[in-house]
């Protein structure tokens, strides 16, 4: 009998090298992908199902969360709240979008118990990412005993993070190697037409690029 992962898919290249890892890992993936009022939605899920096309998911769940913009409290679902260009700061940025890895996650555990599944991948990056505090590996440990606590005897899932200890260079040669499909993964927080290059996910994606010593296959504005 195959086992089954859930994969949660943004259309980042992160979320996309995590599922090709369980791709990989002999896995049947189920996709999962959430649009919540992020000012690039319509580019993430365009890129979101090339990626699930590509890693040969059994299952695509597309999950609309509209209280993430009543929420607010973050640049990418608030329009009135600008995207940072200015460079990496310290702390958690104004991009945080409020406990959305725990929601996500959460949502995650509901599709893996209906499909008996035993993982569940997460692209998250700890060591080279934004400062997101839902990023941690602890974190997402910390989650999997409260999951597993929550649900059916019988429900064991394990939550799986391939590329939580790599740097975005790693990421980028990683992702290379195992012929992930990068032109088809999207970073920008602000733009869906060409990445903006300046906001804080387009500076982290074209560093990795540059210190992999390869060219970012997507256009920059």
């Not at 189920?30 to 979101?48: P, S, V």
């Not at 555990?109 to 209906?114: L, P």
């Not at 500076?203 to 920059?220: H, N, T, W």
Request: net charge negative; proline share 4%.
């Amino acid at each position: 009998m195959k086992k089954t992962a859930v994969c949660i898919i943004s259309g980042g290249m992160d979320s996309a090298l995590s599922a090709k890892i369980a791709q990989k890992e002999e896995y049947e993936i189920i996709a999962l992908h959430f649009n919540y009022g992020q000012r690039t939605q319509n580019k993430e899920l365009e890129c979101f199902r090339k990626i699930a096309e590509n890693v040969e998911a059994s299952e695509v769940y597309e999950i609309d969360l509209p209280f993430f913009e009543q929420i607010g409290a973050s640049a990418l679902t608030d329009k009135s709240i600008e995207v940072p260009t200015g460079g990496l700061e310290d702390g958690v940025p104004v991009t945080y979008v409020p406990f959305r890895n725990g929601i996500f996650l959460s949502i995650a555990a509901s599709v893996a118990e209906k499909h008996a599944a035993e993982a569940l991948f997460i692209g998250v990056v700890e060591e080279d990412s934004s400062g997101y505090p839902d990023c941690r590996e602890q974190y997402i440990e910390q989650m999997e005993k409260a999951i597993n606590l929550g649900t059916k005897d019988e429900t064991n899932l394990t939550i799986k993070m391939p590329l939580v200890a790599m740097k975005k260079s790693e990421i980028v040669q990683k992702s290379l190697e195992m012929k992930v499909p990068l032109k088809h993964t999207w970073s920008c927080y602000k733009s869906e037409e060409k990445a903006c290059g300046v906001c804080d996910s387009c500076r982290l994606r074209l560093r990795g690029f540059s210190q992999a010593g390869v060219k970012d296959p997507i256009d920059y504005q």
